[in-house]
């Protein structure tokens, strides 16, 4: 960081206003989630003015509010590079066992999901699916992943599922038809990719309701989503761990084919009789 952030609060903490000692708190409690978050919108969840938010940004040593969130995200791209994450999971796991550790991990990211996953969440989520005339899935990098397998697994059970894609030729052609009576569900996790977010916000422009799901509520597509549904994807190595994401995914596509089984049996059955007519399967 261009400028020593936490050690320069501490040193001046007992010294600042109360108006300031609020803002401190919250950048160093959040600090991941900064650059996504305006002056304005930082003041009034703290609850001081924008102007409190902007003098003591330049009190801590920057020029003005955008070089403390530039400076954030540097911090953050380069705390979860992958070759940096990789470098310190060889060094602490040398002595450890690495599947024990990858399985721990992510039978604790089900169990979190288990805990914190409301039933109203969910009803939430498949009421919008249900009722929406078009239904657009999208994930980009390694989040396209949970896109496709969700899109592949609604798409068999609902009419109008469009997985976007941007080498896709008609990607524009068919965000160019979106209106409010559609949805559209996101996957976005650590890196954050920026067509994620800017997809995300078109469609929310075109009037689109928008679910997210993602690893935290600051993240830049739980700021944007109508619903957000936070999933745990931290991994003790240098990729997500999508494991508690598929479970979701299969409480959504299971909660939406019971909630109208003679549409879903009608569309799985119409589906089977295109895949026996191209011999696709084995068995």
Known sequence: MKVELESTIRENFNSLSKGFRKVAEYVLENREGIPFISALNLGKVV???????????????????????????????GKIKP??????????????DIFALILNNDIN??????????????EEAVRLLTQARKKYILGFRTSYSMAYLCSFLLGRIMNDVFLLRMEDHNFYNILAEANKKDIA???????????????????????????????RITSPLGRVS????????????????????VSLINCIIQSVSTRNIRKSMFCLRRAERVVNDFDTVVL
């Open 185 to 215: 569900l996101a996957f976005s996790f650590p890196r954050y990719s920026k067509y994620t977010l800017r997809v995300v916000q078109f469609l929310k422009e075109k009037q689109c309701k928008t679910i997210g799901v993602t690893d």
């Open 109 to 122: 990211h089900l169990i979190t999901l288990k805990r914190t996953l409301s039933k109203t969440q969910l």
């Open 226 to 245: 109508d619903l957000v549904i936070n999933v745990e994807s931290i991994s003790p190595s240098y990729f997500n761990s999508f494991t508690a994401v």
């Open 47 to 77: 609850g001081v003015s924008e102007s409190t938010v902007l003098r003591f940004t330049k009190f801590i040593g920057y020029q003005g509010y955008p070089d403390l969130q530039k400076d954030l995200a540097d911090w953050i791209k």
């Open 83 to 96: 070759s940096q994450k990789l470098k310190e999971v060889s060094q602490k796991g040398k002595n450890k």
